[in-house]
């Protein structure tokens, strides 16, 4: 079982960024890859953003442009640079090594107009 702590997460006005971390406990961080998720209110959680231990990302089509995930295998953390947010974006975020069950507690983005 990873532990994995969100954080970065609050209230922003449309058009403003925020940047999410995620602390990751244990020494697999660098051997796996990772994902952003988000879930909001009546709707399924969904895979937002994704990095492979190489550094290739993907992004769903309604965030590419606008967000950006990265990771520190130095510091066992994985972030993600929000910008131009917008009120859809409203979600609890969350992390998850890719194939692996654990997920974080997540952290509450919302963004009003």
């Known amino acids: 079982q990873v532990q994995l702590v969100e954080s970065g997460g609050g209230l922003v006005q449309a058009g403003g960024s925020l940047r999410l971390s995620c602390a990751a406990s244990g020494s697999i961080f660098r051997f796996n890859g990772l994902g952003w998720y988000r879930q909001a209110p009546g709707k399924q959680r969904e895979l937002v953003a994704s990095i492979t231990t190489s550094g290739i990302t993907n992004y769903t089509d309604s965030v590419k442009g606008r967000f950006t995930i990265s990771r520190d295998n130095a510091k066992n953390t994985l972030y993600l640079q929000m910008n131009s947010l917008k009120p859809e974006d409203t979600a609890v975020y969350y992390c998850?090594?890719?194939?692996?069950?654990?997920w974080g507690q997540g952290t509450q983005v919302t963004v009003y107009s």
């Open positions: 998850r090594y890719l194939g692996w069950p654990d």
